[in-house]
């Protein structure tokens, strides 16, 4: 059984960092791929960076202000978020693909006034 846990969300003003850590337990290897999505009320969860392997991913929306990172010996990904803007608000959650399913965390809640 795999679990995720995140923290480091909170409120910032525009302009603003956090950074996101998501802590997993169970059988979790380097080639498994894990990532962050963020959603928002009545829309879909989107992706905003994942790292593998061979490298990471980001949404266009993010890229050059947010940046994914992992510690394997901890079983860790971090998110940096620099420059947030309001529309970065939203429940942004870890996720990490495994060969028996895909696992969630409970979210964390990243608000960003203006």
């Known amino acids: 059984q795999v679990q995720l846990v995140e923290s480091g969300g909170g409120l910032v003003q525009s302009g603003g960092s956090l950074r996101l850590s998501c802590a997993a337990s169970g059988r979790i290897f380097s080639f498994n791929v894990m990532g962050w999505y963020r959603q928002t009320p009545g829309k879909q969860r989107e992706l905003v960076a994942n790292?593998?392997?061979?490298?990471?991913n980001y949404a266009d929306s993010v890229k050059g202000r947010f940046t994914i990172s992992r510690d394997n010996a901890k079983n860790t990904v971090y998110l940096q978020m620099n420059g947030l803007k309001p529309e970065d608000t939203a429940v942004y959650y870890c996720?990490?693909?495994?060969?028996?399913?895909?696992?969630w965390g409970q979210g964390t809640q990243v608000t960003v006034s203006s």
């Open positions: 790292i593998a392997i061979i490298g990471t």
């Open positions: 996720s990490v693909k495994t060969s028996s399913g895909d696992y």
